[in-house]
C-alpha cells in the first residue's frame, strides 16, 4: 500500500523557516518525480514544488523562488521542503505527492497534509 | 502561465442527476490534465488522468473528455458519496495550475 506522510508542519513567526518532511513507502520512491502541493484554508489547490528522481532538477511556483528549497534522500525514502523568509501567505496545508508519467504526468498518490500557519 | 477556468463554481444536484464540470485552458495543453476529487479535511483523490483514463478504483459513473483547451468531468448518476469540490489540474508545462475547484452540493 502507498503511504505519503507528511510532518514537521506548525506555527511559525513571518519571517522564519520551516522543514516539511515526507515520508514515502509501498512504492519505488527513488524512481518518482515527487512534488508540494499546498492549499491555503478555504482556498483552491497550488503546486508548489517538483523535484526529479535523481535531485537533477527542481521546478518552482514564482512566490516560493528563492524561499523555499526542494530536495529529496532516495536512501531515506523521504521528501522534503525547506521553507525561508516566510510569509502570511504561505499559511496553507502542504501536501507531498508522487509525479507519475502516463501518457502524461500527474500527481497519482497524496499524504495527509501537514498545515503551515505563519502569524505573529 | 496557463489559467485553467472551471464552470460552474457552485451545483446542487439531486442524487440520480447527471452532472457535468467544464476546465477551459487559456493555451493548448493537448490531453495534459487531472480531475481531483476533494472532500472537507481529506487530501484530494484521483479521478481521471490523461483527460479521459480513469483511475483504477474509481467508479465508472465518472468520466472525463476533451482535449486542447476545453475539458468536461461528467457523473452519470450522482451518488451521495460525491458530494465534493472538484478540481482539474494541468500539466503540460511548468508552473503546473489548478482550477478553482467546482463545489458539488446537495439539491
Known amino acids: 500500500e502507498v503511504q505519503l506522510v507528511e510532518s514537521g508542519g506548525g506555527l511559525v513567526q513571518p519571517g522564519g523557516s520551516l522543514r516539511l518532511s515526507c515520508a514515502a513507502s509501498g512504492f519505488t520512491f527513488s524512481n518518482y518525480f515527487m512534488g508540494w502541493v499546498r492549499q491555503a484554508p478555504g482556498k483552491g489547490l497550488e503546486w508548489v514544488a517538483n523535484i526529479k528522481q535523481d535531485g537533477s532538477e527542481k521546478y518552482y511556483v514564482d512566490s516560493v523562488k528563492g524561499r523555499f528549497t526542494i530536495s529529496r534522500d532516495n536512501a531515506k525514502n523521504s521528501l522534503y521542503l525547506q521553507m525561508n523568509s516566510l510569509r502570511a501567505e504561505d499559511t496553507a496545508v502542504y501536501y507531498c505527492?508522487?509525479?507519475?508519467?502516463?501518457?502524461?504526468?500527474?500527481?497519482?498518490?497524496w499524504g495527509q497534509g501537514t498545515l503551515v500557519t505563519v502569524s505573529s | 502561465d496557463i489559467q485553467l477556468t472551471q464552470s460552474p463554481s457552485f451545483l446542487s444536484a439531486s442524487v440520480g442527476d447527471r452532472v457535468t464540470i467544464t476546465c477551459r485552458a487559456s493555451q493548448g495543453i493537448n490531453s495534459h490534465l487531472a480531475w481531483y476529487q476533494q472532500k472537507p479535511g481529506k487530501a484530494p483523490n484521483l479521478l481521471i488522468y490523461d483527460a479521459s483514463t480513469l483511475q483504477s478504483g474509481v467508479p465508472s459513473r465518472f468520466s472525463g473528455s476533451g482535449s486542447g483547451t476545453e475539458f468536461t468531468l461528467t457523473i452519470s448518476s450522482l451518488q451521495p458519496e460525491d458530494f465534493a469540490t472538484y478540481y482539474c489540474l494541468q500539466f503540460k508545462s511548468y508552473p503546473l495550475t489548478s482550477g478553482p475547484g467546482t463545489k458539488v452540493d446537495i439539491k
Open positions: 505527492a508522487n509525479y507519475v508519467r502516463g501518457a502524461a504526468y500527474y500527481f497519482h498518490y
